[in-house]
């Protein structure tokens, strides 16, 4: 192939963008296919050269190798001419190109043939919910799952084949994953419809999973949840997907954790609250009240004096941390509670108890808007 300047040949300037190089291009191939040339050798030899020159000039880092050290820089450097041609850039131009260069790159510049075959897949991965408590996400629990997943094929061991059956070449590409036919003046080469580019196809199929190389199994198997989970945490049980084509490694198995909402605490992170009731006289008093955590109780001293909504830590109640290197807390807000439904004996020592405060009851309690305005008397003061 001659070697003609690539600007010259798509009769670009040298510092051409990239929208000028395709709009050069595309009129070079308009002009020189060989579906309006047929039977146009010369046509041709302009349809090739456009076409290397683009892929060059095109793609940034060969064009900078061009720029530099022309033809033989290209040649060099790991580009090895067009063995390595990545005929994705010539997806802008299927409308006049059409399926032309997808099957005849390999050999329309004498590159190497590769194996087009569809590769075999890994296998699929699953994912399933596991619902827990919040004390088993506290404590880490083993559960029972049930699925359902494709295994290999225990009689052909995901080959497909019969046992002792040996594959036999495809008979449509004779073995070689690829059928040539003629477009106009090119051989076209084209993975083969039969066997998929394997090369081989299947005359007698596993009776046991009907050629398809792998069986639906039931399974349960038992999982380790650890300590510290959260609602949506996932778990990946690698390998226990489901099982991957002839020799390919299987899928993962993913256990999301659904952890039920407790009715007594929140979690935030790995910290704990919840919120207890104590009594007028408990709370004025001080006091020491159970309470309940995930793993059985604590005493929580309420000190005399504590008002409504205070909150009380309790370190290291919480959830572990799933690291397992620290613990969250149990946070204890106290609502204090005013009693309803006082007997008449109640009544009289609570009254008494006010008096003895100075606490006006029966009277206009004047005491909260005395406070108000000394408040707005004092702000509205000049200073
Ligand atoms: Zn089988
Ligand atoms: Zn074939």
Redesign the pocket.
């Known amino acids: 192939m001659s070697r003609k300047d690539y600007y010259e040949i798509l009769s670009l300037p040298r510092n051409a963008q990239a929208e000028e190089i395709k709009k050069a291009y595309r009129q070079m191939a308009l002009k020189h296919h060989p579906d309006r040339n047929p039977g146009n050798k010369e046509a041709e030899e302009r349809f090739k050269e456009a076409a290397e020159a683009y892929s060059v000039l095109i793609d940034p880092e060969k064009r900078n190798v061009y720029d530099r050290f022309g033809h033989e820089g290209l040649r060099g450097g790991g580009f090895q001419g067009f063995s390595g041609f990545d005929s994705s850039v010539f997806e802008d131009f299927e409308d006049i190109l059409g399926n032309f260069f997808g099957f005849s790159f390999g050999n329309f510049f004498g590159a190497g043939e590769r194996p087009r075959g569809r590769s075999r897949q890994r296998g699929r991965d699953l994912a399933l919910e596991v619902e827990i408590g919040l004390s088993e996400a506290a404590a880490g629990v083993e559960k029972e799952i049930k699925l359902n997943r494709a295994e290999a094929?225990p009689?052909?061991r995901g080959s497909?084949r019969k046992p002792g059956i040996s594959p036999s070449a495809c008979p449509t590409c004779g073995g070689k994953g690829q059928v040539r036919y003629q477009q106009g003046f090119f051989t076209v080469a084209k993975t083969c419809p039969r066997c998929q580019g394997q090369g081989e196809v299947i005359t007698e199929p596993?009776e046991?999973?009907g050629g398809k190389?792998h069986v639906r199994e039931k399974r349960s198997l038992r999982v380790r949840i650890p300590a510290g989970v959260e609602d949506g945490s996932r778990l990946r049980l690698a390998g226990e997907g489901e099982a991957g084509e002839e020799g390919m490694p299987a899928g993962d198995l993913y256990v999301v954790t659904r952890v039920r909402p407790h009715p007594f605490f929140e979690r935030d992170g790995n910290d704990l609250s919840c919120r207890i009731d104590v009594s007028f006289a408990q709370a004025a008093l001080g006091g020491r009240v159970e309470i309940p955590t995930l793993v059985g109780s604590e005493v929580l001293k309420v000190p005399p004096g504590t008002q409504s909504g205070e909150t009380f830590k309790l370190k290291g109640q919480g959830v572990p941390d799933i690291s397992g290197r620290r613990k969250g807390d149990l946070y204890v807000t106290v609502l204090v509670q005013t009693p309803k439904d006082l007997s008449k004996e109640q009544k009289t020592l609570l009254a008494k108890l006010a008096e003895l405060r100075g606490e006006a009851v029966e009277t206009v309690d004047r005491s909260v808007l005395e406070r108000f305005k000394s408040l707005f008397e004092s702000s509205e003061r000049p200073h």
């Open positions: 094929c009689a052909c497909k596993c046991t999973c190389g």
